[in-house]
Nanobody
Framework: QVQLVESGGGLVQAGGSLRLSCAAA????????MGWFRQAPGKEREFVAA????????YYADSVNGRFTISRDYAKNTVYLQMNSLKSEDTGVYYC????????????????????WGQGTQVTVSS
């Protein structure tokens, strides 16, 4: 089992920045691909960013590419999502996820591939 706890959400004005953190506990964090998803009110959960277990490969949704950066700190068992130039359409609950397929090559973008999820953190961008 892997427990994931997100933090760092909040209220920010359009154009501002936030950094989300996802702390992992339980089984070895370093061997899992990780991802961030978000869900806006009345909409389905959507992919935001993913990082391979090696940290070398990263992938972003078109809507956030160039504005968001995903990274991971193996010593702290934490994945981050740096969000810059925030827009009102970035508003939603952000979820961290871990892929249970140990040492899977590359990134994972489909939500059904992820086995472990955090409880989510709210991000609200005011225009």
């Amino acid at each position: 089992q892997v427990q994931l706890v997100e933090s760092g959400g909040g209220l920010v004005q359009a154009g501002g920045s936030l950094r989300l953190s996802c702390a992992a506990a339980g089984r070895t964090f370093s061997v899992y691909a990780m991802g961030w998803f978000r869900q806006a009110p009345g909409k389905e959960r959507e992919f935001v960013a993913a990082i391979a277990w090696t940290g070398g490969a990263r992938y972003y949704a078109d809507s956030v590419n160039g504005r968001f950066t995903i990274s991971r700190d193996y010593a702290k068992n934490t994945v981050y999502l740096q969000m810059n130039s925030l827009k009102s359409e970035d508003t939603g609950v952000y979820y961290c996820a871990a892929d249970g397929d140990v040492w899977r090559r590359g990134v994972v973008t489909a939500s059904y591939e992820y086995d472990y999820w955090g409880q989510g953190t709210q991000v609200t961008v005011s225009s």
